[in-house]
């Protein structure tokens, strides 16, 4: 018990005297703290009077340097000012100087004006005065002096414009021929087409003369059933392995050859089987034409046609004039009249398109009645085409006069592959009664003694007699055979008239 208060009480006393040492302990870092903390404020204090005096230091040195500044650029500015208060000063000198050599001149003129003025009206009377005797001298006014004057200069500018106006003609003739010689000529040479084209074939080849009794069949049946689908006629003579179609209608032609060599072919021939054959040809041929209608088109690179004047022109592929295949002729058309107009730089597409549709009509005149440039401009106006479109169509041949230049480019392309040499075909009595006549008018003329048909009809030459065609006469001449050609005659492309005039004079030497 003692030994347990003992160890209280020395636990009491250790627990005092710590606390009283960690009190003197405390104080002694408390003032420790606030000496260190009296010497940083010291310090601070000296650091910031420092930084304040250089900071004041400073802005007083950027003051000056400012002052300094601008004190120089002052001094500039004024000296600036003072040269050009130097250079107005002397222009306003020079002005001085100048206003007073103009107010000297302004004198000077106004004296030189009034003896000028004087001097006129002296030169006016003395002409006057010279005018009053040449008058008297003359014995005419001066009014008709005037006249008379201008009479003479009057016909004489009319004499040196007539001439003008006939060199000007002349040289301007001359370079139109020579401008449409070279597009001419450019468009035939970049136009790579066929001469000749095939015709339509109307002849059926059959492997022996014995298939005509089967084709004609018994008491003639098989010919009436054939010819009554078809819509043609089927010639069977003497001719030894062919019988012959005939129809104006090419496409029905065409259906008939296919159903005539299909019906060779198979061998069975007899009502029935006709009528299944002619279906399929028909179709076959629909399918042709169609194919061939938008093989054109594309060929001549024309878009957007009607489909109706797409088979249209597929037609055109059984069709002939003159022994021209027409589609490749129109194709051929298309191509001139697009080349020119690329030449001449107006509308190609439609040069194109007008070239390629001008003779559709031919693929409809066994139906409709009337010349096929009207027949196509029709069918065209129906289906909605251009009417600058309608207008080539219905003045390539001249039924109306063509207004455009298209036109006219249609109408020379239609020309230039008829008379492409080749390209027509013709019979030789109807090439020579042609030629005949050609002459016959020529001949027919009075004053004329000779005429001769050349270049296969495209050219006549007339010989005139001197001493009854002048020379006037013989353009007079050439004209209206021209013009009676174009009445009478019926011919592809043109036809040039030469009226030749030549006297001759010869003398013998005894």
Known sequence: MNDMLLIVIALIIGAFVGYLSNRFILKGRIERSAEEAG????????????????????????????????????????????????????????????????????????????????????????????????????????????????????????QDAAAMIREAEAL?????????RNIVGVAIQRVAADHSAESTVSVVHIPSDDMKGRIIGREGRNIRAFEQMTGINLIIDDTPEAVVLSSFDPVRREIGRVTLESLIADGRIHPARIEELFNKAELQVNQIIQEAGEQAAFDATIHGLHGELIRTIGRLKFRTSYGQNVLKHSLEVAHLAGVMAAELGVDVELAKRAGLLHDIGKAIDHDVEGPHAVIGADLARRMNEPKSVLHCIEAHHGDVEPTTVEAVLVQAADAISAARPGARRETLESYIKRLEKLEAVAQSHPGVEKSYAMQAGREIRVMVKPDKISDSDSVVLARDIAKQIEAELEYPGQIKVIVIRERRVVEYAK
């Open 39 to 158: 010497r940083l404020i010291a310090d601070a204090t000296r650091q910031a009077e420092t930084l304040r005096k250089e900071a004041l230091i400073e802005a007083k040195d950027q003051t000056f340097a400012i002052k300094q500044e601008a004190d120089l650029e002052i001094k500039e500015r004024r000296r600036e000012l003072s040269a050009m208060e130097s250079r107005l000063t002397q222009r306003e000198e020079n002005l001085d100087r100048r206003i007073e050599s103009l107010d000297k001149k302004e004198h000077q003129l106004s004296s030189l004006q009034g003896q000028i003025t004087k001097k006129e009206k002296d030169v006016d009377e003395l002409i006057e005065a010279h005018s009053e005797r040449l008058q008297s001298i003359a014995g005419i006014t001066r009014d008709e002096a005037k006249t008379q004057l201008f009479n003479q200069i009057e016909s004489e500018v009319k």
């Open 172 to 180: 301007a003739r001359e370079e139109a021929d020579k401008k449409a």
